[in-house]
């Protein structure tokens, strides 16, 4: 393994018709210097050019030094405009010829810096034990063109070398050779029932090819999106980053079907298939393998059984549960309450049709799980009905990714937001569908919920390559960049959802909130006005136009929008109330109340909440412990912290969520539970001793603090000093005793 070192000369055509004269005076002391600062850290230089030069070193260390001492230097009278990049990886050296996916990776690199720069890769970084006066600071994660995955950029902080100013969302269009879009087929018929076979036959085969490793299939939105532009094919290759483009027509007479499908070489034209196939009806199913296998063959030259069985579709031979199907996935790509509602109503329909067929399961499931996030319907009927039907659907098809993903996030809200179950069954459905979109964005978002920034911005972008035009996607990593604070990065991104959805009133709220966390109120007001509160008042708009209000100096006017909030709450007409309170009240530095609001919006499940570890909202409290409970009740719970029975010795039981105990009281042979049931406090008593609630209670975050109470740790921070301590909760008014005998375990749970 080597360390390659490129170097360039910047604007050197230009300097060269500029100053003739002194053209060869740059060129040898551009020689000069390299030379001399590698062979001084034992390197090799493989060659030199006029404006640019290629080294190799066997330690990563003086490769850095090296190019450190370039910069140093070359910045220096004369000044030679230079950029260097650095990346660790194997090479194949012949002579003076040097081959391999390193070189192409460092030539890719050095194209993104600038003057005065060191960059390096995250292979280089990951190796390297920064020393002698340098740190190497993240650059940002990019597309790289010819480089399948996304790669972090460093640069190197030492002094003489310049900070990189890599442009917004700089992305190389990174073609691969097996790359390929699914336009939707013309339908050729004249009846209006028949328009969703084109479509319908499309996203088939997308679905199909999706679950083939090393080909990249651009998703349904995209490229269903860029045919209704009506460009031509290199437009295409370009817009889309694909080699290839999949057309087709689809007829319907009768009970016949005839459909023709061709395979285009986008910087070609050439067609390197054309395809018709004349089939009964029934037949519908068995011509989209054909053709998705056509496909894979040609872009991969080999398929295998396994493939072809790995991309067999869901099938149904029932063209009006097919045309439902169709009909009510379209509706979900705009999901108002209504919408929704009809497409429920056309899945059942197409169930009805044929049982058999299992994508209106799932459709239903993602319904459900709409209906839930966004406070339509009570999230316990909601999420237990979205895990109903997902669950139903794998047990047709147990390796449907749709499903797959479907279950794994109604999981997690069923079970409380738990991340270790849902990101397991994402996994699982990636492995299955490693070419989906959909399930790399997931992967993100898990990540991301997690509080792994990085990571989500891996996945995200991945995502992003595969769905280009997708505005989800798009507003997804504009979100993810304003976690990680690249708010150039995420403006763009911003601005080409909004290009794609100028509609998606979403993508205008995250938008706002990237302003307001800048300080650019005006711009932040301006973004606030493109959000329509009648359609998404789950977006927490009003919370945070009081947000802003406190910001700008009107307070009279945030308490106003707190005072509203509260009406609207009496009506039953906004989705989270508390957490709308603790925006104002945050806006206010009003740190104890928004907390008691918090607190309050737990039971609530706010969207915004899951993303606490992320989101820089959280920066300025990240050290309070009231944050750290706040975290750790909603992430940092025991596996089985969900719906509980509680047994006392008669046949009386309890049931209630883990998590709303605040602590269990000891009364003779008596104990106290006392819980919370969303703002209020209830309690009652069972015939049962502590220790045999302790029993119960076993693996669950609950522990003595005394010997007549047991109490939820992740419900109370711990007050006092040595000389005594005490427990409170913002929950309850009374305070609890902690006795020496317990102590060293309370303060270790609690610090």
């Not at 002391?29 to 050019?49: E, K, L, W």
């Not at 460009?231 to 007829?251: P, Q």
């Not at 964005?441 to 035009?469: C, Q, V, W």
């Amino acid at each position: 393994m080597n360390t390659v070192m490129m170097t360039d000369i910047i604007g050197f055509t230009e300097l060269t018709r500029q100053k003739k004269s002194e053209i060869g005076k740059l060129g040898r002391r551009h020689a000069r210097v390299i030379g001399d600062a590698v062979s001084m850290h034992g390197g090799r230089v493989i060659n030199i050019f006029g404006d640019s030069a290629l080294a190799l070193f066997d330690l990563p260390l003086n490769a850095v030094k090296s190019a450190v001492e370039i910069q140093q230097e070359a910045a220096r009278l004369p000044a030679i405009p230079m950029r260097i990049a650095l990346h660790c990886g194997e090479i194949i050296v012949e002579g003076n010829e040097v081959y391999g996916d390193a070189i192409n990776l460092t030539a890719r690199i050095l194209r993104l810096a600038q003057t005065g720069n060191v960059l390096c890769s995250d292979d280089l970084n990951g190796i390297l034990s920064p020393g002698d006066g340098f740190s190497l600071r993240s650059a940002g994660i990019f597309n790289v063109k010819y480089v399948a995955r996304p790669v972090e950029i460093y640069w190197v902080d030492h002094q003489g070398l310049t900070l990189p100013r890599i442009g917004p969302a700089e992305r190389e269009i990174s073609i691969q050779p097996s790359s390929v879009a699914v336009m939707p087929f013309l339908n050729m018929g004249t009846s209006a029932e028949d328009q969703f076979l084109g479509e319908g036959i499309s996203e088939a085969i997308i679905h199909a090819l999706s679950k083939l490793d090393g080909l990249s299939i651009i998703s349904r939105s995209s490229s269903f999106t860029f045919s209704r532009q009506h460009k031509d094919i290199k437009d295409a290759g370009r817009m889309l980053g694909v080699a290839h483009v999949l057309e087709g027509s689809v007829r319907k007479y009768a009970n016949k079907i005839r459909i023709t499908a061709q395979l285009i070489n986008t910087s070609t034209g050439f067609h390197e298939f054309s395809e018709t196939y004349d089939k009964e009806l029934e037949d519908f199913f068995s011509i989209q393998e054909e053709i998705a296998w056509l496909i894979a063959w040609r872009l991969k030259q080999e398929l295998s059984m396994k493939d072809k069985l790995h991309m067999a579709q869901p099938r149904t031979s029932n063209t009006r549960a097919l045309e439902y199907n169709f009909q009510a996935r379209h509706l979900l790509g705009h999901p108002g309450k209504d919408d929704i509602l009809r497409a429920i109503e056309l899945f059942q329909r197409a169930i009805e049709e044929d049982p058999g067929f299992v994508l209106p399961y799932s459709g239903i499931s993602i319904c459900y799980l709409y209906l839930g996030a966004l406070k339509y319907l009570s999230e316990e009927e909601s999420y237990q009905k979205s895990e109903e039907y997902s669950l139903r659907a794998i047990q047709i098809e147990p390796e449907l990714p749709e499903a797959m993903v479907v279950y794994a996030l109604s999981s997690f809200w069923v079970n409380n937001w738990n991340l270790a179950s849902g990101q397991k069954v994402v996994s699982e459905a990636l492995r299955v569908a490693p070419g989906s979109a959909e399930i790399r964005l997931f992967m993100g978002m898990f990540a991301l919920i997690s509080g792994n920034r990085k990571d989500a911005l891996i996945e995200i972008l991945l995502a992003n390559k595969l769905d280009p035009l997708n505005p989800n996607i798009l507003s997804r990593l504009a979100y993810t960049y304003l976690c990680l604070e690249d708010y150039d990065q995420a403006h763009s991104y911003f601005r080409l959802a909004h290009n794609t959805a100028p509609f998606a009133m979403y993508i205008s709220y995250i938008q706002a909130w990237s302003y307001l966390l800048q300080g650019q109120y005006a711009r932040a007001e301006s973004a606030l006005r493109e959000v329509d509160t009648q359609k998404d008042v789950y977006q927490s708009v009003i919370g945070t136009q009081g947000f802003l209000d406190a910001k700008l100096g009107r307070a009279d006017r945030a308490y106003e929008q707190i005072r509203q909030i509260k009406l609207l709450e009496e009506r039953e007409n906004i989705a989270f109330p508390n957490y709308n309170c603790a925006l104002v009240y945050a806006g206010l530095n009003k740190t104890d109340e928004m907390f008691a609001c918090l607190e309050r919006a737990f039971s609530e499940k706010p969207v915004h909440l899951m993303f606490i570890q992320a989101d820089p909202f959280w920066d300025p409290y990240r050290s309070d412990k009231r944050y750290v409970r706040m975290v750790n009740r909603v992430f940092k719970r025991s596996p089985s912290s969900g719906s509980i029975v509680l047994h006392a010795s008669t046949r009386e039981r309890l049931r209630l969520i883990a998590d709303d105990i605040l602590y269990i009281a000891a009364e003779d042979n008596y104990s106290r539970v006392v819980w919370t049931d969303g703002s209020k406090r209830r309690e009652k008593v069972l015939r049962s001793t502590l220790k045999q609630m302790e029993e119960q209670l076993a693996g669950r975050d609950m522990l003595r603090c005394h010997r007549s109470y047991l109490v939820n740790c992740s419900r109370y921070s711990l007050e006092g000093d040595s000389r005594g301590y005490k427990l409170s909760s913002v929950d309850d008014p009374e305070m609890l005793p902690v006795s020496r005998a317990y102590s060293k375990r309370i303060i270790e749970r609690l610090t």
